[in-house]
């Protein structure tokens, strides 16, 4: 075989990582299951690179140079089994099979055990970036075997994203369930962000009166500054976009029920699990669920709202400059708990992923892509151990610039009834983690009055439990 790579699974995603091997100078070996697919990657883009097609997977795997290395493109949950078996099966050991799918992290771990067993390396990657970013360059984040990387690595260093400073946008984020568990905690902060996004452009249409061409431009001027990400120029293009059939702005015309496919669900249940607060992801993982639930919307259409009082345009314009640091805040909230959650994640698994590649890696190719991510990239190599991006001394020092303006706006929210879960999530969460003293001590209280749940004190080491019931004694429960 001369193939350096094989790709299975030639839908959209596939393809499109199949011609972008091949346009970087390897030779790719292309299969599906069903043969058309290949045979019509070949007719239109054969031309692109180097492909060897393969009707059948024995041809496929005869393709393949050794150690052999296959990329899985295919559906995420059982077709993914499916595959995995039939090619491994017809693989070797020290061989490599990719799995690029969506997959939970969970599955993973379970598929790399059992093909470890059978000598073969397994690694699961997370690719984001969408069709565009497999062709023109994905931000990659491979979890396995290291050995598995250093066959693999270069290749996907080749096809990744650059970032501005022109480092590869892929790196060995951790042994087995490591890359996918980072690809989910990516969505889920994709979540937040698009959360948080539609929040300022709601207050400003609702609470500022703008139009939506006119927060285009708001949004067009944002994306120079500290907020340039691609969400925000999409969004902006977004609201730019009129209706044909209407001639209305294309976002009036858009049925308001956003729909989920289950990453950013998965990450909220993974963050339970850990025992993570990620409130700004299970905000955003809600609130599309809430948009959803017509038959609770329509029950609750009667309810009195508040009156609003129309801006002026000044007012307006400040209004818009603090929805501004509002959402930079809420952003470097929600980005706060997604790497607490890395954090968590890796700690729980053995992982030792480096949190500051986790941000080097996002700088390009992926759906978050942002200027603000090199800054995270900053905090974290300066200080690996940071407890929270809150307590980086740059973000801190934004976020306590940003703190009146963030309240005002989250303010403005709760008075004009536009409901903006994110920003006044996100503000509770930084209002809790400063806090000197939280009213836990009332529920460990509670909790110690009704279930015996014991407590301990401020003033002295031990675990006590008042007896509650009778003389309100307090006794020592730990012995001591
Ligand atoms: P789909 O998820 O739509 O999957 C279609 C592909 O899966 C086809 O090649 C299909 O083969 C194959 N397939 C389905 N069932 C089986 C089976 N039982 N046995 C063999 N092959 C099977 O394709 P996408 O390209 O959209 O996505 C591929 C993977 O990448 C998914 O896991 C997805 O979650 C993930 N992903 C997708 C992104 C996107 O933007 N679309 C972004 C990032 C990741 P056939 O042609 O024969 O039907």
Same mark, same amino acid.
């Given at each position: 075989?001369?193939?350096?790579?094989?790709?299975?699974?030639?839908?959209?995603?596939?393809?499109?990582?199949?011609?972008?091997?091949?346009?970087?100078?390897?030779?790719?070996?292309?299969?599906?299951?069903?043969?058309?697919?290949?045979?019509?990657?070949?007719?239109?883009?054969?031309?692109?690179?180097?492909?060897?097609?393969?009707?059948?997977?024995?041809?496929?795997?005869?393709?393949?140079?050794?150690?052999?290395?296959?990329?899985?493109?295919?559906?995420?949950?059982?077709?993914?089994?499916?595959?995995?078996?039939?090619?491994?099966?017809?693989?070797?050991?020290?061989?490599?099979?990719?799995?690029?799918?969506? #997959?939970? &992290?969970? $599955?993973?771990?379970?598929?790399? *055990?059992?093909?470890?067993?059978? !000598?073969?390396?397994? +690694?699961? @990657?997370?690719?984001?970036?969408?069709?565009?970013?497999?062709?023109?360059?994905?931000?990659?984040?491979?979890?396995?075997?290291?050995?598995?990387?250093?066959?693999?690595?270069?290749?996907?260093?080749?096809?990744?994203?650059?970032?501005?400073?022109?480092?590869?946008?892929?790196?060995?984020?951790?042994?087995?369930?490591?890359?996918?568990?980072?690809?989910?905690?990516?969505?889920?902060?994709?979540?937040?962000?698009?959360?948080?996004?539609?929040?300022?452009?709601?207050?400003?249409?609702?609470?500022?009166?703008?139009?939506?061409?006119?927060?285009?431009?708001?949004?067009?001027?944002?994306?120079?500054?500290?907020?340039?990400?691609?969400?925000?120029?999409?969004?902006?293009?977004?609201?730019?976009?009129?209706?044909?059939?209407?001639? #209305?702005? &294309?976002? $009036?015309?858009?049925?308001?029920? *956003?729909?989920?496919?289950?990453? !950013?669900?998965?990450? +909220?249940? @993974?963050?339970?699990?850990?025992?993570?607060?990620?409130?700004?992801?299970?905000?955003?993982?809600?609130?599309?669920?809430?948009?959803?639930?017509?038959?609770?919307?329509?029950?609750?259409?009667?309810?009195?709202?508040?009156?609003?009082?129309?801006?002026?345009?000044?007012?307006?314009?400040?209004?818009?400059?603090?929805?501004?640091?509002?959402?930079?805040?809420?952003?470097?909230?929600?980005?706060?708990?997604?790497?607490?959650?890395?954090?968590?994640?890796?700690?729980?698994?053995?992982?030792?992923?480096?949190?500051?590649?986790?941000?080097?890696?996002?700088?390009?190719?992926?759906?978050?892509?942002?200027?603000?991510?090199?800054?995270?990239?900053?905090?974290?190599?300066?200080?690996?151990?940071?407890?929270?991006?809150?307590?980086?001394?740059? &973000?801190?020092?934004?976020?306590?610039?940003?703190?009146?303006?963030?309240?005002?706006?989250?303010?403005?929210?709760?008075?004009?009834?536009?409901?903006?879960?994110?920003?006044?999530?996100?503000?509770?969460?930084?209002?809790?983690?400063?806090?000197?003293?939280?009213?836990?001590?009332?529920?460990?209280?509670?909790?110690?009055?009704?279930?015996?749940?014991?407590?301990?004190?401020?003033?002295?080491?031990?675990?006590?439990?008042?007896?509650?019931?009778?003389?309100?004694?307090?006794?020592?429960?730990?012995?001591?």
């Amino acid at each position: 075989g001369r193939a350096q790579i094989g790709v299975t699974g030639l839908a959209v995603m596939g393809r499109n990582l199949a011609r972008n091997f091949a346009r970087n100078g390897y030779t790719v070996a292309v299969h599906n299951r069903t043969y058309g697919r290949t045979r019509d990657l070949v007719e239109q883009f054969g031309g692109e690179g180097d492909f060897v097609p393969a009707e059948t997977a024995e041809e496929f795997v005869a393709a393949l140079e050794r150690p052999r290395r296959v990329m899985i493109m295919v559906k995420a949950g059982g077709p993914t089994d499916t595959v995995i078996e039939e090619f491994a099966e017809l693989l070797e050991p020290g061989d490599v099979i990719i799995d690029g799918g969506n #997959a939970h &992290f969970e $599955d993973t771990r379970r598929r790399e *055990a059992a093909l470890r067993e059978r !000598g073969l390396h397994f +690694v699961g @990657t997370g690719v984001s970036g969408g069709e565009e970013g497999a062709l023109n360059g994905p931000s990659i984040m491979p979890g396995g075997s290291p050995e598995s990387y250093e066959s693999l690595g270069p290749m996907l260093e080749r096809i990744a994203a650059r970032a501005p400073d022109g480092t590869p946008c892929t790196t060995h984020v951790g042994p087995d369930g490591a890359g996918h568990f980072v690809k989910m905690v990516h969505n889920g902060i994709e979540y937040a962000d698009m959360q948080l996004i539609a929040e300022a452009y709601q207050l400003l249409r609702d609470v500022a009166g703008y139009a939506p061409d006119e927060i285009a431009d708001i949004f067009r001027g944002w994306n120079e500054g500290r907020l340039g990400s691609y969400l925000i120029e999409i969004t902006a293009e977004v609201l730019t976009h009129t209706d044909a059939a209407t001639g #209305a702005p &294309f976002v $009036d015309v858009v049925a308001d029920r *956003a729909e989920q496919k289950g990453t !950013g669900r998965w990450t +909220v249940q @993974t963050a339970l699990g850990l025992g993570t607060p990620v409130p700004g992801i299970a905000e955003a993982v809600f609130a599309r669920s809430l948009s959803g639930h017509t038959e609770l919307r329509t029950a609750a259409s009667p309810l009195p709202g508040p009156q609003r009082t129309p801006m002026g345009r000044d007012e307006a314009a400040d209004f818009a400059d603090g929805v501004e640091r509002s959402l930079y805040a809420s952003k470097v909230i929600s980005y706060a708990q997604g790497w607490d959650m890395i954090r968590a994640g890796s700690e729980e698994y053995d992982w030792h992923i480096d949190l500051s590649d986790v941000a080097a890696i996002w700088r390009a190719g992926c759906i978050i892509r942002a200027r603000f991510l090199d800054r995270i990239r900053a905090a974290f190599t300066s200080d690996p151990w940071l407890p929270t991006l809150l307590a980086d001394p740059e &973000f801190a020092k934004e976020l306590g610039e940003a703190q009146y303006a963030w309240r005002d706006v989250v303010a403005a929210s709760v008075r004009n009834g536009v409901p903006a879960p994110g920003m006044s999530s996100a503000l509770a969460y930084y209002d809790g983690l400063r806090a000197p003293r939280l009213p836990a001590a009332l529920l460990q209280a509670q909790r110690d009055y009704f279930g015996a749940h014991t407590y301990q004190r401020t003033d002295r080491e031990g675990t006590f439990h008042t007896l509650w019931g009778g003389d309100r004694e307090e006794i020592r429960t730990d012995g001591g």
